[in-house]
């Protein structure tokens, strides 16, 4: 039996206000909760049996699956307080049904990856690891911790973020997807927080243990901040992205209840939910208009979220931006790039302007 362990207890903060409410692996991306996408590809790999590390709003994942009548089964496993990912790791261990030599899945919430799970699972087993580690290629090493590996792909360190040019060894980074012989996931203690990629790793490394990396150049991104997440969900939608459960490809998803005037330019993989209201010769790209939410006439909304019920009045503008739900952006404000509003607020029309042309003062002198 192949099992695999969900790392989706975390609270999300650089999300915030969008995980206030829902945690991030329960967002909408592409018409679907993330981990709906992750379930999906998990099953496409073969897994029959699942088990959820929850923490922050743990009863959300339960009400999320309890009509899941799919061929999977899902179990849960809730920290009361967060373990961290080693202890989560370990944690969640306790509830898999497989042998001591089985392959383990275990993947971060957040990550989403053209990576084919079933060659990563059978490399693991050829080369009898202790663990493989999904190891992806960055353009950019110095922003990351580093993932050193040999000619046979053998993990030689993990590296601090690195503070010099000679420290940059490699461009090869933790892409957030393991795979465990179970034995070796049931040595983490379950007791205390634990970094899987602080300690469980180096620690395994230090002591000649068999890790390996696997590493590919597939589609690759951490969805942990606004922008991530918003282009991680147009690439889904435009086909950049694979998912079993991403739609067609196209310049947009616009859901059937939605009402979108013909006048209105949705591009770049811009998802629309439902009962959303769309005005005329409002421009919507690369972004994600939750469930009621009305974007006024000649609105623009650039590489944005607005989450469900707010609304965005006439000629506004949005670029990078963060709407929480049920607030309300008034007509003709612009917003400086990557702001974020609160859940409920409300911004009165002309009331934020990057330029001189600000209201007339409506105050009495
Ligand atoms: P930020 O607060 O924005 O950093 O997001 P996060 O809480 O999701 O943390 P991070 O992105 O570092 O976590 C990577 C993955 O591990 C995510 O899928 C988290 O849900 C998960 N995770 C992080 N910490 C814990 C934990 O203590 N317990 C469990 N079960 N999962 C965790």
Not at 41 to 60: N, R
Not at 249 to 276: K, N
């Amino acid at each position: 039996m192949t099992e695999a362990i969900l790392l989706v207890g975390g609270q999300g903060t650089r999300l915030r206000p969008l995980t206030n409410h829902t945690p991030k692996p329960l967002l909408q991306v592409a018409g679907s909760s993330f981990i709906r996408h992750q379930i999906a590809k998990l099953m496409e790999a073969g897994v029959e049996h699942v088990v959820f590390a929850t923490s922050y709003l743990a009863q959300l994942f339960e009400e999320e699956f309890k009509d899941f009548s799919h061929e999977l089964a899902i179990s849960y496993a809730v920290e009361e307080a967060p373990l961290g990912t080693g202890g989560a790791i370990r944690n969640a261990g306790r509830h898999l049904r497989g042998s001591a030599d089985d392959a383990v899945l275990v993947l971060n919430g957040d990550i989403l990856s053209g990576l084919d799970l079933r060659a990563v699972l059978d490399r693991h087993r050829e080369r009898q690891a202790d663990v493989t580690l999904h190891l992806t290629r960055v353009d950019d090493p110095s922003a990351f911790g580093l993932v050193p590996t040999d000619g046979d792909d053998r993990v030689l360190a993990f590296l601090e973020k690195p503070r010099t040019a000679e420290e940059i060894v490699t461009d090869q980074i933790n892409a957030g997807c393991y795979v465990f012989r179970r034995s070796v996931l049931d040595e983490i203690p379950a007791d205390r927080e634990v970094s899987v990629e602080r300690e469980t790793f180096p620690g395994l490394v230090a002591d000649g243990r068999r890790v390996f990396g696997h590493t590919t150049d597939d589609y690759w991104r951490d969805l942990g901040t606004p922008l991530a997440f918003v282009h991680g969900s147009a690439d889904l939608v435009t086909g950049l992205a694979r998912s079993p459960l991403a739609p067609r490809p196209g310049e947009a998803l616009v859901h059937a209840t939605a009402v979108v005037d013909p006048t209105a330019r949705i591009t770049g993989g811009s998802t629309i939910g439902p009962h959303a209201v769309i005005g005329a010769r409002a421009e919507i790209h690369r972004s994600i208009v939750g469930r009621g939410v009305e974007i006024a006439e000649a609105a623009v909304v650039h590489e944005s979220v607005v989450d469900h019920d707010s609304s965005v009045g006439a000629g506004s503008v949005l670029r990078e931006a963060v709407v929480g739900c049920h607030t309300h952006i008034g007509a003709h404000n612009e917003l400086p790039a990557q702001l974020r509003l609160s859940c409920g607020m409300r911004v009165p029309a002309g009331g934020l302007r990057l330029n001189a042309t600000a209201a007339a003062c409506s105050a009495v002198h």
